[in-house]
């Protein structure tokens, strides 16, 4: 299991832009990647079904199809991100319950500074809550970390 | 009958790492009985000791979430896939406020 969470800042950037877009209700949604790569590499904003300010839940029929898109595609949920709109980016003990998907990394966005967006992101594994750093990177192919260089060509 | 059921990654400590597994049922809690005789612990992650559907999962028969389609009752035919997801949802406030709340 890694510690930290290495992402496209172009990505994260899409993510920010769909939390602020909601604001103030809670926005939602995936970044898929290859399974076991642990490389979020294709962002999916989802709908909110609850269209609230302090709830979120993924619609069940646009869940069920962006999984078994991932599915088809050999994918899975790299990274499920939410925005908190009035409080901190850590998860709440609701989104510790509900948290059911062990490899993903739990990104939270909250918009509730106008100017700053605070960006956190959370292993969640049976209730436990284990924060991790964010490296944001220009691309997988020309990272800026060593570590997120790749020279494998994949398509 | 056979219908096939696709397990998602937190669930497949119940099935040996199984991804999908085969179980019989005319509808779904007659399945679910059926696979917690071959997969013991499977059928109490998905409902509730009040006998309900867990709020933590979805559940759907072919594409259809069976909330839609009565729940347990959800009938089933020979060849359907049944697939279990983790519901994802969450909020900035705790579950007791957030149902209280929702009402
Ligand atoms: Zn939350």
Known sequence: MT????IEQAILDAIVAHARRDHPDEACGVVAGPVGSDRPMRHIPMDNAERSTTFYRFDSKEQFRVWAEMDDRDEEPVVIYHSHTATEAYPSRTDISYA???NAHYLLVSTREPEQTEIR??????GVVTEEPVNAVQSYMFGQSPSAVDYECRS | MAIDVRIP???RSFTG???AVSGAGDTLADLLTDLDGKHPGLRGRLITPEGGLHRFVNIYVNDEDVRFLGSLDAKLNDGDTVTILPAVAGGALGLTVAHALRG
């Open chain 1, 100 to 102: 059911g998907e062990p």
């Open chain 1, 121 to 126: 992101s959370f292993r969640i594994l049976d």
């Open chain 2, 9 to 11: 990654t937190i669930l």
């Open chain 1, 3 to 6: 510690t930290a969470l290495t």
């Open chain 2, 17 to 19: 790492g199984a991804k």
